[in-house]
Nanobody, 119 residues
Framework: QVQLVESAGGLVQAGGSLRLSCAAS????????MGWFRQAPGKEREFVAA????????NVADSVKGRFTISRDNAKNTVYLQMNSLKPEDTADYYC????????????WGQGTQVTVSS
């Protein structure tokens, strides 16, 4: 099992940047591929980004491509989501997730952190 704890989100103006981090504990961090999801008020949770166990392969949703970057530091048991050029529509609760395999459903989730982008 792995436990995931996201850093605090926050309030940022449109056009600004914010970096989220997610610290993992439990089993060996490098054995998990990691992801970020988000859920806006009144909407379903949506995929944001994912990264392979080694960090060599990343996948980013079209809605954030070119603005968000996912990365990981296996030595620090941490995955990051760098968010640039933020828009009001990026306002959501952001969740860190882990899965035992490189592909398929994510089976471990953090508690979520709120990000609000003001216009």
């Amino acid at each position: 099992q792995v436990q995931l704890v996201e850093s605090a989100g926050g309030l940022v103006q449109a056009g600004g940047s914010l970096r989220l981090s997610c610290a993992a504990s439990g089993r060996t961090f490098s054995s998990y591929s990691m992801g970020w999801f988000r859920q806006a008020p009144g909407k379903e949770r949506e995929f944001v980004a994912a990264i392979s166990r080694s960090g060599g392969i990343t996948n980013v949703a079209d809605s954030v491509k070119g603005r968000f970057t996912i990365s990981r530091d296996n030595a620090k048991n941490t995955v990051y989501l760098q968010m640039n050029s933020l828009k009001p529509e990026d306002t959501a609760d952001y969740y860190c997730a882990a899965r035992d395999k490189e592909y398929g459903p994510f089976n471990y989730w953090g508690q979520g952190t709120q990000v609000t982008v003001s216009s």
